[in-house]
């Protein structure tokens, strides 16, 4: 295994770049057409490579330490850094929290540290029918499904709700699960511009005229992280009900954070 460097808080690194003549964006390789798979690929490899030169490329960057509010890390050329960490998903630190840690700590002497299936194949332990009930009983639902994932669990819950025959209308600012699972599962989007109900209710009201037997999901979030801002849910709700349509909130960055008991529901 490699050995890291000491790591020392006060380190400063020289991150000063010279840029000429050089393209920075990678929309240009995003729809490339050829039969070849490899051939199609090259013009991002190509525009790759002097962004590693230039020392400004961002992938491959990984932690160096517990992914706390401050921590250290690691870029693609082996120099390491330490800062605020503005890039956790980890919003309520259970990542770093002792009782979670002992926690997991437990679990894994007791089950290892893979459920070695998926819950429908057997894969399921106790620990996880506990959680199940837990949640269950916190957000006063009859019944709870757990993703690997919060990625994950936003296509999930759209692909899997959702066929090609119906129809989705969705802020334009939902987050990238939410937007690929709905793309995932129909042709059907709309995407109407940000926080506007005036613009949702007129999408709804558009599709449900023209299909009066259609299913309609409106999609919105209970926070949108990026923007700091969020929607009347009150008013969203009863633009569905209007229009017999359905409403997916995604709450995952207002949990613990606002509505009654901290639930992330106003």
């Not at 020289?14 to 003549?21: K, L, P, Q």
């Not at 509010?69 to 800062?83: L, P, R």
């Not at 290892?112 to 106790?126: E, H, I, Q, T, Y």
């Not at 009201?205 to 919105?220: F, W």
């Amino acid at each position: 295994m490699q050995k890291y460097p000491t790591l020392n808080p006060s380190q400063e690194f020289d991150r000063s770049i010279a840029i000429s003549n050089m393209s920075l964006s990678h929309m240009g390789y995003k729809n490339v057409e050829g039969k070849n798979l490899f051939e199609r690929v090259k013009g991002f490899q190509n525009l790759m490579g002097p962004l590693r030169q230039q020392k400004i490329i961002l992938y491959e960057r990984r932690n160096m330490s517990p992914p706390a509010q401050e921590c250290y890390g690691m870029d693609d050329y082996g120099d390491i850094f330490y800062g605020i960490n503005f890039a956790s998903a980890d919003y309520l630190g259970l990542c770093t929290n002792e009782q979670a840690k002992e926690a997991a700590m437990n679990a894994a002497k007791e089950y290892s540290v893979n459920s070695c299936g998926a819950p429908l194949a057997f894969g399921a332990s106790k620990y996880y029918m506990q959680l199940k009930e837990e949640l269950k009983d916190y957000w006063g639902m009859n019944e709870v499904i757990l993703y690997s994932a919060g990625w994950l669990a936003g296509f999930g819950v759209v692909k899997g709700l959702i066929r090609p025959y119906d129809f989705v209308v969705m802020d334009e600012l939902c987050h990238n699960c939410l937007t690929e699972g709905a793309f995932a599962a129909t042709k059907n989007v709309s995407r109407v511009p940000h926080l506007s109900l005036e613009e949702m209710e007129k999408k709804v009201s558009e599709i449900r005229t023209a299909n009066p037997d259609a299913c309609i999901l409106v999609v919105t979030e209970g926070l949108f992280s990026m923007d700091s801002d969020y929607t009347d849910l009150v008013a969203l709700q009863k633009l569905t009900l209007k229009y017999e349509a359905f409403l997916l909130i995604g709450l995952c960055s207002r949990f613990r954070l606002y509505g009654q008991d901290w639930q992330g529901c106003l």
